[in-house]
């Protein structure tokens, strides 16, 4: 059934009609809509309407300070914001962010003399924020670390100083892989740092002495934070060793450091000891090589320069240079000048070179002094140090021709010493487990200390004469059966200690004579051809035995020495040599050589070119004896004393006007002898 629907009402005639109002009211001081002007309050009585119980929100000081930003930018950053600063940059650069972290950088590669350098309050604030921050500084953080190593912390106040050493020792325990860039950078400025790492802006000079007291305090703190240091230290300062074309003054700098750096650090001390020792081998060494370059008349100037000249005194102390300017200020340094020529620049190096030796020698002599001066202590740890040195590096090293006075001197201050020394030498000559040329050598410290040292007692010279002769005489027992003839390639060690007896023998034979207790030793007019001379028992059939052994020492040794020795063997009626030196003019070294000779029918080889050279001195001993006197200006005072010069014998060497004579003792050491017999050589008759 269809339904009626009401038509609805309009909407418009049920919806209320409300007055027109804004949606958003107008913001008054008052919180109304009425205006201000509406009301009829005053202005005056407004204060009266506050509420006395609410505080107000802000509160102006009327007296405050206003400052331009211009004038913060130009003041020193607060310590807080310093630190944050650092804290962020270190952790932002290991994500990636790199801008503040080379600002941090830039604060201490920055020159001190720059425009924009920071200021002293400046750098050290950044310094100490990186204390704190070192356990950040990982394996990413090493430019900044090294940054800081490199910075100019030497010639800076005391308190930035403090701080810095601080630092390295929180830097070395936090991250142990820092110890070597630290004790490293420590090491380059004990070698004669330049006098400008003292002289920087804004702060006040510091003198090199200073200087080398900071880099010494700050290696001692961290040696006694981290003992184990010192095994990484020890390769450092070998490598940091001057080179030896460095100037006089860079080594003499850096050896009074190392003997520094001992004293804190005695477990060094042997290998910084034998460290000096060798590199004062290579310059000795060095030295003599070049004066075999020289041409003769450049060898005698330069050895009256040596002889005349001036005495310099080095003291203990570090030598400042502040009133010559930098580091140039060492002559010596200077020897590359472009306006001489090649020999006399040669010259000028050689002589620096000497100079160098001279000052280095005397460092080690007045260093090792005071512990054999000691009376609390006999000196045996210290030469037992000098002992391993000579073993190790000198007497290996052929060409030394000054380092082993330090031995020499030393050795001397006692007579158990020169026992221990002597017997160290013999015990090497004739030690069969040890290289041919290593017991040639041993034997001529052996003859060369016997003849030279002046503590050398009688009764020692005799001891040590019969020793060496009794284990030549063994030596002819051994190994005479198998001797062909004289051979210095197979039979060195026999020449060179027979060697050793002749020319102990030309030096000290009044030790050996037994009748000189009636009156004084040196009267040599009682050894004349009138007087029968007594000599200590043994030694003529000893000498006797050796020379007219198959060896034939007489055809090896060098020809200066057996003429001296013949000439005063005749002289003091002990023996008589020249008939068997005529026959071995004769004789010709190269058809007995064991290194030319046939092995299988043993029998010389055929005579060629090369082997028929009339000069046989490469088949002939060496007249190598390592105490030849001494010449350094400088450090000779050392030996003074200590050292026996040759003298001629009155009635054999008529020339001989003065026992004492410079002039006569230097011929004869230097080989020129006006009556050494001329070798002729003759083919020996087949």
């Known amino acids: 059934m269809p339904t009626s629907v009401r038509p609805a009402a309009p909407i418009a005639s049920t919806v209320q009609k409300l007055p027109m109002k804004p949606l958003l009211r107008r913001a008054t001081l008052s919180g109304t809509v009425r205006r201000h002007d509406e009301t009829d309050i005053s202005t005056d009585a407004e204060p009266n309407l506050a509420n006395p119980n609410k505080r107000p929100k802000v509160a102006f000081d009327p007296e405050v300070k206003v400052r331009l930003m211009e004038d913060w930018a130009s003041s020193e950053k607060a310590p807080e914001l310093i630190r944050e600063e650092v804290r962020r940059g270190i952790e932002r650069y290991s994500m990636g962010e790199t801008a503040g972290y080379e600002r941090i950088k830039e604060i201490f590669t920055i020159k001190q003399d720059a425009d924009d350098a920071p200021s002293p309050a400046t750098i050290k604030s950044y310094l100490l924020a990186l204390l704190g921050s070192v356990s950040l500084l990982k394996k990413t953080g090493s430019s900044l670390v090294h940054a800081v190593l490199e910075c100019q912390w030497l010639g800076r106040d005391q308190a930035f100083v403090a701080v810095y050493v601080r630092f390295l020792g929180i830097l070395v325990s936090a991250r142990g892989g820092y110890v070597g860039s630290v004790l490293r950078m420590l090491v380059n400025n004990l070698c004669h740092v330049p006098l400008s790492a003292g002289r920087l802006s804004n702060y006040p000079p510091v003198r090199r002495t200073q200087i080398y007291a900071r880099v010494h305090t700050a290696l001692k703190y961290l040696l006694q934070l981290i003992p184990s240091a010192s095994a990484t230290l020890s390769p450092i300062l070998s490598a940091s060793f001057p080179h030896s074309t460095d100037s006089k003054k860079a080594h003499t700098d850096y050896v009074q450091n190392l003997l520094k750096v001992i004293e804190y650090a005695p477990e060094l001390r042997p290998e910084v000891l034998a460290l000096i020792t060798d590199r004062l081998v290579k310059i000795d060494v060095q030295v003599q090589i070049d004066m075999d370059d020289l041409e003769d008349d ?123 020394f002597t017997g160290v030498c013999i015990a090497q000559a004739f030690d069969p487990a040890r290289p041919l040329v290593l017991k040639q050598i041993a034997a001529a410290y052996v003859g060369s200390f016997v003849a030279r040292a002046a503590n050398m007692t009688k009764e020692m010279v005799r001891e040590v004469f019969r020793i060496v002769g009794a284990n030549l005489v063994n030596y002819c027992k051994k190994e005479e059966p198998e001797c062909k003839g004289p051979d210095v390639r197979r039979f060195g060690d026999f020449y060179a200690a027979t060697q050793a007896l002749l020319y102990i023998f030309c030096f000290r034979w ?11 030793e040196d009267d040599e007019l009682k050894y004349s051809d009138v007087c029968e001379t007594t000599w200590v028992p043994g030694i003529k059939e000893t000498l006797h035995r050796t020379i007219y052994s198959k060896f034939n020492p007489l055809k090896v040794c060098s020809p200066l020495i057996v003429n001296q020795f013949a000439r005063l063997a005749n002289h003091l009626r002990f023996i008589y040599v020249f008939p068997l030196i005529e026959s071995n003019k004769r004789l010709r070294l190269s058809h007995t050589s064991g290194s030319t000779a046939n092995s299988t029918y043993n029998h010389p080889d055929r005579e060629t070119a090369l082997t028929a050279r009339k000069d046989e001195q490469w088949l002939e001993l060496e007249a190598y004896f390592p105490f030849d006197p001494y010449k350094l200006p400088c450090s000779k005072r050392w030996i003074d004393g200590e050292y026996v010069d040759w003298k001629g014998v009155r009635g054999l060497d008529d020339e001989v006007e003065d026992a004492d004579s410079e002039t006569d003792r230097d011929e004869y050491e230097s080989g020129d002898d006006d009556e050494e017999v001329e070798e002729t050589e003759t083919e020996e008759e087949k």
């Not at 009044?510 to 004084?520: A, F, Q, R, S």
Request: hydrophobic letters at 35%; aromatic letters at 10%.
């Open 298 to 420: 450049v060898k005698e100037t330069l050895a009256g320069d040596e002889v005349h000249g001036e005495e310099r005194e080095v003291t203990g102390d570090y030598e400042d240079d502040e009133e010559l300017g930098d580091d140039e200020s060492d002559a010596s340094s200077i020897i590359s000048d472009e306006s001489v020529d090649g020999d006399a620049h040669r010259l000028k190096e050689l002589k620096a070179n000497v100079e160098k030796m001279d000052c280095l020698l005397d460092l080690m002599f007045d260093y090792y002094t005071p512990f054999f001066a000691n009376q609390a202590t006999d000196g045996s740890d210290d030469f037992n140090l000098l002992l391993q040195q000579f073993s190790t590096t000198i007497l290996p090293t052929y060409r030394s021709r000054h380092t082993q006075f330090i031995l020499f001197h030393f050795a001397q201050s006692s007579p158990w010493l020169i026992d221990w």
């Open 510 to 520: 009044k030790e050996l004579v037994i009748n000189t207790e009636d009156g004084d």
